[in-house]
T-cell receptor, first 113, second 112 residues
């Protein structure tokens, strides 16, 4: 059953902690993306990767870091430098050949305590 | 910089009604446009993708149109059902890196 998985579904972080959100896909897609969603705002791009071992900053990369060591995985670390990390985080992937349709995971809700 | 606007922000209709959701964008140099559905607390489900060279796409009761010259897209939902209640998001892909710019969405409620 092909798709994108994200874990955990809910995550709680204390002030000053780094946390890592997992994103895995078995769609054989080259490109992967991380978005942040806040109430009343559209999705905003954090980071994206078009190929293994390469990634680019999106519109709101400050306070976040990523890695792309495997084609299937694109973890996102929310660092203590991110001042307002409470949000809903969505991972997506797309094929680099074809229509460019993006497919999304179920999301992780991060809350800072 | 691409800006995407969705009107209305919220819409409530009785079951069975046909309805139109609107999306406008400022830069007509687009690669494709996607319409998504999002249920509360869930991820996005892709509904329709319209390539830059296309005028419309259809899937079941859904029809999406694209007019690049005017910077507009519409999502038409025929014979609406309570199960259609969700937030509908429009997203523009501006180039071959497939980065998407999203509107804020339209919250649709279909009343039985």
């Amino acid at each position: 059953d092909g798709g994108i998985t994200q874990s955990p579904k809910y995550l709680f972080r204390k002030e000053g902690q780094n946390v890592t959100l997992s994103c895995e896909q078995n769609l054989n897609h080259d490109a992967m993306y991380w978005y942040r969603q806040d109430p009343g705002q559209g999705l905003r791009l954090i980071y994206y990767s078009q190929i293994v071992n390469d990634f680019q900053k999106g519109d709101i990369a400050e306070g976040y870091s990523v890695s792309r060591e495997k084609k299937e995985s694109f973890p996102l670390t929310v660092t203590s430098a991110q001042k307002n990390p409470t949000a809903f985080y969505l991972c997506a992937s797309s094929s680099q050949t074809g229509l460019g349709e993006q497919f999304f995971g179920p999301g992780t809700r991060l809350t800072v305590l | 910089k691409q800006e995407v606007t969705q009107i209305p922000a919220a819409l409530s209709v009785p079951e069975g009604e046909n309805l139109v959701l609107n999306c406008s964008f400022t830069d007509s140099a687009i690669y494709n446009l996607q319409w998504f559905r999002q249920d509360p607390g869930k991820g996005l489900t892709s509904l329709l993708l319209i390539q830059s060279s296309q005028r419309e796409q259809t899937s079941g009761r859904l029809n999406a149109s694209l007019d690049k010259s005017s910077g507009r897209s519409t999502l038409y939902i025929a014979a609406s059902q309570p199960g259609d209640s969700a937030t509908y998001l429009c997203a523009i892909c501006g180039g071959s890196n497939y980065k998407l710019t999203f509107g804020k969405g339209t919250l649709l409620t279909v009343n039985p």
